[in-house]
């Protein structure tokens, strides 16, 4: 314990030392929760006596590496994700020091699978996105190949003779995390051999494996067929332009603001759209965050003033700024606990 007090005091002693090198908050983390950090730290430099936060976006996966490497002002304060910190992620900060974290929900957000609107807009599931994109996929009860398929065509008659090529985030990235949990695993679990392996199943004689499980559920084809696009949604935007024939993924926000070039598939009969994210219609919506690391507040200016910005009513409430940018606002009870937590700067507790 005192080895651990020590810790804190010589990172802070050094932090305050050169408090004249770093006057503005440093905020990195996931590519579709930056356009929503990037307008709060505008709006917040243009209202307060604080200096504009600096906004980079590296990934969810990315971000939180740097965030939990260590405390000091060569460390950023904030860092965004498209997915709940995990367990070894936290063990990660705790090693470095990092024991108190603040964690704030800023809202919610769909993954879209998108084309241009140059082409005939994809009626899509859960199992067609699994049997298009996994890497090994059923051959018969029990029994699997590496995924065949070369058109949707092959993967649903229904679907166009069209080539598989779908642009997607790395593996660094939150949406990809989300993207496999939600949709891919959504279709994996639609055979229910596969299904049984999560918790086992004696009636089918399938013994639990849930790493096994996860592995054929969330593992994308590396054949061509799934392209990793990088951390930036909008480069991603700019190719599904320039090739009609291939699908994109990204988040919510990215659609809404270019509407008028791409278009968002339908996902088990249910549109992309504001309203379907919202009342949980729309099957591929994930939770977005940020991360506070509480060793910088009062020493990096304006981290906690910053925090109330961002969870303001006039922000991210149903009528606030960041509704006109894409984000899905929380319900009463969710922005109540928020509040409550960015007030008392309450710790992070995973279940």
Not at 164 to 176: A, H, K, M, N
Not at 194 to 223: F, N, S
Not at 312 to 317: D, F, L, Q, V, Y
């Amino acid at each position: 314990m005192f080895k651990k007090s020590l810790f804190f005091a010589v990172a802070l002693v050094s932090m305050t030392g050169v408090a004249e090198a770093r006057d503005q908050i440093k905020i990195v983390g996931s590519s579709t929760v930056y356009p929503f950090s990037t307008v709060v730290a505008e709006q917040f430099g243009k209202t307060t006596s604080f200096k504009t936060p600096v906004v980079e976006s590296t990934g969810s996966g990315g971000g939180l590496k740097l965030f939990c490497a260590g405390i000091g002002v060569k460390h950023p304060d904030i860092t965004n994700a498209s997915r709940r910190i995990k367990k070894k992620e936290v063990e990660r900060c705790e090693k470095n020091g990092i024991t108190d974290i603040v964690e704030v929900k800023v809202g919610y957000d769909g993954i879209v699978v998108a084309n241009s609107k140059k082409s005939e807009m994809f009626k899509l599931t859960r199992k067609d996105l699994f049997l298009a994109l996994a890497k090994d996929i059923p051959a018969g009860e029990g029994k699997l190949q590496p995924n065949p398929h070369k058109t949707w065509k092959d993967v649903n008659s229904s679907l166009p003779a069209v080539k598989i090529e779908v642009l997607g985030p790395p593996p660094t990235s939150g949406t990809r995390d989300a993207f496999a949990e939600l949709a891919l695993e959504g279709g994996c679990k639609k055979f229910k051999w596969i299904k049984a392996m999560k918790k086992g199943d004696k009636a089918l004689g399938i013994k639990k494996d849930k790493k096994a499980y996860k592995r054929l559920c969330h593992t994308v084809r590396e054949d061509g067929a799934y392209i990793e696009a990088g951390e930036n949604d909008n480069m991603i935007i700019s190719k599904l332009e320039a090739n009609p024939k291939a699908l994109g993924i990204f988040g919510y926000s990215f659609l809404d603001q270019n509407a008028d070039k791409v278009q968002g598939s339908t996902i088990g009969g249910n549109a992309p759209t504001f309203e379907n994210i919202a009342d949980g219609s729309y099957p591929v919506s994930r939770p977005l965050y940020f991360y506070v690391k509480k060793a910088h507040i009062g020493v990096i200016p304006g981290i906690e003033e910053y925090m109330q910005e961002f969870a303001a009513e006039k922000t991210s409430g149903p009528d606030g700024y960041l509704g006109d940018k894409g984000l899905i606002s929380m319900g009463d009870v969710e922005r109540a606990r928020r509040k409550e937590i960015v007030m008392n700067l309450g710790n992070l507790k995973l279940n």
